[in-house]
């Protein structure tokens, strides 16, 4: 099994720990994994859809129920929401390595090293919920992540674009907003998430560079301009639109360009204006 079949088989795994343990092995034998860019994995496994376990109720966004996290299952629930983002990451990550062909090396190794983070990321969260007495599927989540992904599937430009530097980025802004939110909670069990969403913060930053490289690559390889085929993608395939407030500091960290950030604010400031009444 080369490394591409072996992230198709993480992918695939239900069990939350099962999944993160093969993650964590196949980054371990990465370099002695034999890795085949040119076999087309997704002409066969078109429809895959990751893994989930079994006790995980999936609802529509708007169906999550919201509950406050100055209560003991409010706050369970908030952390319980970041870990579902951070494992629907793995499979974003792995699906990043076994869907796409003929790609350089360096980009299954790329993302290969987003999913080893990610999967950390989701174990430190896991950690968190054992020591407040729930696990990961206690609670009901949403699969507004996979939606974009599954859309993408056949487009890795688009795939790019929106999931690390549309979804992904939407993470670099909600983590300080969240972790004021923790602050203001002030419970020991609040302030134990302070430091895990530090090391999501500042890896994720990572994360988004890595989409940001390699969306500008494609965009050079295709000869396309990155900045049109951007708004293309996010109209055609519907994308969720960035909200304030913004980690300016961070997406710059991430690769977005000083252009970027200000077509942000200003877009926000243009939605935001009131429509004159006739």
């Known amino acids: 099994m080369d490394l591409r079949n072996l992230a198709l088989q993480a992918f695939s795994l239900s069990d939350p720990q ?16 034999r890795l085949d860019t040119h076999v087309a994995l997704h ?24 509950r406050s996290p100055y209560t003991r299952d409010g706050l369970a629930a908030l952390a319980h929401s970041i870990a579902h983002i951070e494992y629907n990451a793995i499979a974003l990550a792995l699906d990043a390595v076994w869907r796409f062909a003929d790609m350089p090396t360096s980009y299954y190794q790329d993302w290969l090293q987003v999913a ?28 507004g992540l996979w939606d974009v992904c599954s859309a993408t599937r056949h487009h890795i430009t688009a795939r790019m674009a929106l999931v690390p530097r549309t979804l992904e ?36 930053i990572g994360h988004v560079a ?10 050079e390889r295709e000869q396309r301009e990155p900045h049109a085929f ?6 055609h395939y519907r994308a ?39």
């Open 18 to 33: 099962a999944k993160v343990e093969a993650v964590l092995a196949l980054f371990k034998q990465r370099h002695e994994t």
């Open 43 to 66: 002409l066969q496994y078109d429809d895959a859809q990751p893994g989930n376990p079994p006790q995980l109720q999936l609802v529509a966004p708007q169906d999550v129920p919201r």
């Open 240 to 278: 969720p639109k960035p909200k304030p407030p913004f980690n300016l500091q961070a997406r710059a960290q991430a690769g977005f360009s000083a252009t970027e950030l200000e077509q942000l604010l200003l877009q926000n400031q243009h939605e935001q204006r009131p429509t004159p009444a006739n």
């Open 116 to 143: 080893y983070e990610e999967a950390q990321h989701f174990s430190l969260l896991q950690e968190r919920l054992r020591h407040m007495g729930y696990a990961y599927g206690d609670f009901a989540a949403h699969q």
């Open 210 to 219: 890595t989409g940001n490289r390699w969306f500008y690559w494609l965009c």
């Open 230 to 235: 951007y708004a293309y993608a996010a109209q």
């Open 169 to 204: 980025a939407r993470g670099l802004d909600a983590t300080p907003v969240i972790q004021d939110k923790l602050r203001r909670v002030g419970s020991p069990d609040a302030l134990a998430l302070l430091p895990v969403l530090d090391t999501i913060l500042r890896e994720e």
